[in-house]
């Protein structure tokens, strides 16, 4: 029925539990997958996924690091079902939510993507307010209608996802995305923990001109869309 994509770099610390916690979800669940994609790790985390017993795994592995975005669209067309779920590997989003995020993109055939967000953030200080700051100015310009355009936690439709042409930095605009192309969004609230091992990959200065720049380029694309 769905797929669970989950892009990995250096959680080797975290996944295993992580997938605990998804099997215990949807313990009564048959017909769905779990692809995790090992973006070139250095550390052990190809070795702890190669040794998960869950016949539900398929495993993707980068032969170099190539990021987030790469790494869910490379999840996303290797699928087997129409119905994809994005969450990160680090544990933070909490896969307790899924089940209410697929009833609400089910309770109509017209929605596209339910995005969760994340409005109790377990981070630092400067990382939530970097972080309202950067979705303030995205929905402003982009008009989204998305408090939290940054948390992975999403189900949506595959088809509707691979209409997009691709960038480094999709992953962050797909509320924007959806919508630009005529699709109906929802959003709901979702639990956030702190994160238990591991740091975050992102930096708050190069995220924030990657991020400007990634304003610009998905406005050109929407621009042509709606041209």
């Known amino acids: 029925m769905f797929s669970i994509v989950i892009p990995l770099f250096n959680e080797s610390k975290n996944i295993e539990k992580l997938i605990f916690e998804i099997d215990k979800v949807f313990e009564n669940y048959k017909n769905y997958e779990i692809i995790l994609i090992n973006d070139f790790s250095n550390d052990k985390t190809l070795q702890v996924i190669k040794k998960l017993k869950n016949n539900k795994i398929n495993i993707l592995n980068n032969d170099k690091n190539l990021g987030q975005s790469f790494s869910i669209t490379r999840g996303v067309k290797a699928s087997k079902h129409q119905i994809i779920i994005t969450l990160d590997g680090d544990g933070q989003n909490d896969p307790i939510d899924i089940p209410k995020l697929l009833e609400l993109y089910l309770s109509s055939n017209k929605i596209k993507l339910v995005g969760g967000l ?78 238990i091992y591991g740091y975050s990959k992102y930096g708050t200065m190069n995220r924030l001109f990657k991020g400007v720049k990634d304003i610009i380029k998905v406005r050109k694309i929407l621009n042509l869309k709606k041209n």
Not at 142 to 169: I, M, Q
């Open 118 to 195: 994340r409005l109790k953030r377990k981070d630092s200080f400067i990382k939530i307010i970097s972080s309202r700051v950067a979705n303030y100015t995205r929905s402003k310009i982009l008009k989204d209608d998305c408090l939290d355009t940054g948390c992975s936690l999403k189900v949506f439709d595959k088809n509707a996802f691979l209409e997009f042409p691709y960038f480094d930095g999709i992953h962050r605009f797909l509320p924007a995305l959806f919508k630009g192309f005529g699709y109906k969004t929802e959003f709901i609230e979702v639990n956030h923990r702190k994160r």
